[in-house]
């Protein structure tokens, strides 16, 4: 008499099931990655109308720390007060914007999806132009009390809301599911989009100026207060997502498995929601609306690392950061001295790439 013996092999302690698992192409991407950032960092931080060698960079720096070192001061202030500022809040920013890219597509299973699918990018405009447009005592009250970074909260504050919205309304349709999710966030959308047009209608054109500029992005007005103040949610977004990559290696497997291998998904989908908002509403109420590196980086980074999110989302993290820093170091030199939105340089080399990673996909599913 034959005995059936049947063997049961469970997913790996990593989290990642085997269906995912993907041997590296390319083990050396995250140390390139890496140093690819401190390049970045110098690279940027020196170059301008007035420029700043990476030794006087280092001087520089040696001087704050306490060093008796003989520097330039005009490229001390600049470099100070200026330069590092905008770079760190680059960094922050295109940081938090490819990592919660990378977390959103993860949580939909859709390489299309974008933190502004579910409305955190549209909810913080759409709060943002009622303050520029509406003058009501509410706004009033709060531009007395907070100054020029009354519309920075305000479009955080916004972001909050709106992804509050959509999530609560998702549990409200009866089944707690992702697909729900993602519709209600693309209603959300639509209601916010509309709404901006009307504020947009009833602007004058002093307030259509501040609008167009608010919404093409830029990180002119960066300061060590704009960082400072961004700073606390971004940490926690960037160190809390990464910590959910076993979960959204198991949730590719479908809502069901990963439930039955033992994933939390009313959990998982709350902190991704809550991670995400922080980042991308921060770099909204600093910012304005930068597009494309939520959605573009983190395909990127899959085509190097595989399909392991341990290495999908620290690479969009680092990736991202690194093309905001690139692109703002473009952004104020490209039509010196005046400045081009960020907004629209993400979008002219997004969207080529964009193309291309999608032409890529195509040409390989149908060989």
């Not at 600049?78 to 770079?87: D, F, N, Q, S, T």
């Not at 990592?99 to 579910?118: E, T, Y």
């Not at 947009?200 to 002093?206: G, M, P, Q, S, W």
Request: one cysteine or more; aromatic letters at 6%; glycine letters at 10%.
């Amino acid at each position: 008499m034959s005995t059936l013996v049947v063997v049961h092999n469970p997913p790996a302690k990593t989290g990642v099931p085997p269906s995912l698992i993907k041997r590296s192409i390319n083990p050396w991407l995250m140390p390139a990655l890496g140093i690819g950032l401190a390049a970045t960092v110098v690279f940027s931080a020196g170059i301008g109308a007035v420029r700043v060698s990476p030794y006087e960079i280092g001087l520089i720096i040696s001087k704050s720390l306490g060093y008796t070192v003989d520097v330039d001061p005009a490229k001390e202030a600049i470099l100070l007060a200026i330069r590092l500022p905008r770079v760190c809040l680059a960094v922050l920013i295109g940081a938090g914007l490819a990592l919660s890219g990378a977390a959103i597509q993860g949580l939909f299973r859709n390489p299309l999806a974008d933190p502004g699918l579910i409305g955190i990018s549209s909810g913080a405009s759409l709060a943002a132009v009622m303050m520029i447009v509406l003058e009501v005592s509410v706004f009033q009250k709060l531009t007395g009390l907070l100054g020029m970074h009354a519309l920075s909260v305000v479009a955080f504050l916004g972001a909050c809301a709106t992804a509050f919205l959509v999530y609560r309304m998702a549990r409200m349709a009866g089944k707690d599911v992702i697909t729900t999710m993602l519709l209600t966030g693309i209603a959300i959308n639509a209601l916010s989009g509309a709404l901006t047009g009307i504020m947009t209608y009833l602007a004058t054109d002093e307030q259509l100026r501040n609008i167009t500029f608010w919404s093409l992005g830029s990180l002119g007005g960066a300061s060590w207060t704009s960082v400072l103040a961004i700073l606390p949610f971004m940490a926690i977004a960037l160190v809390g997502i990464p910590r959910l990559a076993k979960s959204l290696n198991l949730l590719a497997l479908g809502e069901s498995q990963a439930s039955l291998l033992g994933v939390n998904l009313k959990r998982i989908k709350r902190q991704v929601i809550v991670f995400s908002t922080m980042a991308v509403g921060t770099s909204v109420a600093v910012a304005g609306i930068i597009g494309f590196i939520g959605l573009v980086i983190p395909h990127l980074i899959r085509m190097g690392a595989g399909s392991d999110h341990r290495r999908v989302l620290t690479g969009s993290a680092l990736g991202g950061a690194i093309v905001l820093t690139l692109a703002d170091s473009l952004s104020r030199t490209l039509v010196a001295p005046a400045e081009l939105p960020i907004g629209i340089l993400t979008a002219l080399v997004g969207t080529p790439v964009f193309l291309w990673i999608l032409f890529r996909e195509r040409r390989r599913n149908l060989s």
